[in-house]
């Protein structure tokens, strides 16, 4: 079992790194972004992401990963994002993170709130931040960054609570775009997104979508962005920019 002095010890050898999953306008027929991924390098072997982030939780090493993601992508990505044109990058904040003034700070330093409209900031909707974390998240949010709602579940109780929260954009959880492929799937289970895109202006990514089947759905329902290995897997910095000249990317003229 892997334990967190040795995940501190993998971070200070440099062993984690970032790769970046697609996010694609289905209306447009393009990438419109991607989501950084942080991954541990051990040796030969790739350590899935649930086999150390929820041990990370809640622990200092949960601010320390979330700033050196801020700094990651600023080195890979800063430039880049200066020359193109709607395009943007997501990165995971945990809820015990905000409020601390940590992400306004890392942000600064990495000479990135010129290109603040550029960032999705993702919060969990399994963990809510408390009184000053919902401050800073207001606070990034009138500077221009956009703010999603991660892996949220789909029921009459959500829909109504995305309706009236102040985010961006709501990021359907993996599971959803599963039961599309399951042989109880209904039409009607799709009604209430449909709805929620249709009279908020909230905009919706379905996550993990990877059969054509499921694009044909989201679709018909109105939903406009998705991300999943339908499209690709996640890619390193270099490798993403490849595939985002390659699928519809907009290069701002000088």
Same mark, same amino acid.
């Given at each position: ?5 040795? #995940?501190?010890?993998?971070?200070? $050898? ?13 209306? =447009?027929?393009?990438?419109? %972004? ?99 974390? *919902? ?7 009138? !500077? %221009? ?23 961006? *954009?709501?990021? *359907?959880? $993996? ?13 009607? $289970? ?6 929620? *895109? ?7 990514? #379905? =996550? %993990? ?5 499921? #694009?044909? #759905? ?23 920019? !490849?595939?985002?000249?390659?699928? %519809? ?6």
């Amino acid at each position: 079992m892997i334990t967190l002095s040795e #995940i501190a010890a993998g971070f200070e $050898k440099g062993e984690f790194f970032l790769e970046y999953q697609p996010v694609m306008s289905l209306k =447009e027929n393009r990438c419109v %972004g991607g989501e950084a991924l942080i991954r541990w390098r051990r040796g030969a072997r790739v350590i899935p992401p649930m086999d150390f982030i929820p041990l990370v939780e809640n622990t200092y090493l949960s601010g320390t990963m979330t700033y050196w993601v801020v700094d990651k992508v600023a080195e890979e990505f800063g430039a880049w994002l200066r020359e193109h044109q709607d395009v943007h990058i997501a990165i995971n904040v945990p809820p015990e993170v905000f409020g601390r003034g940590g992400v306004r700070y890392a942000a600064e330093k990495a000479n990135l709130l010129s290109i603040a409209n550029k960032f999705l900031l993702e919060v969990t909707e399994r963990g809510v931040p408390d009184r000053l974390g *919902i401050e800073e998240l207001n606070d990034a949010y009138n !500077t %221009g960054v956009l703010i999603a709602l991660d892996d949220a579940y789909v029921n009459d109780a959500n829909l109504v609570v995305m309706s009236r929260v102040r985010f961006d *954009i709501v990021k *359907i959880d $993996k599971s959803f775009a599963d039961q599309m492929l399951r042989d109880d799937w209904a039409p009607e $289970k799709i009604s209430g997104l449909a709805t929620l *895109i249709r009279t908020t202006n909230l905009k919706v990514v #379905i =996550e %993990g979508v990877e059969e054509a089947a499921q #694009i044909e #759905i989201l679709r018909a329902a109105g939903v406009d962005l998705v991300q999943g290995w339908y499209f690709s897997r996640s890619l390193s910095a270099a490798d993403f920019k !490849t595939y985002f000249s390659a699928n %519809g990317g907009r290069k701002i003229p000088i």
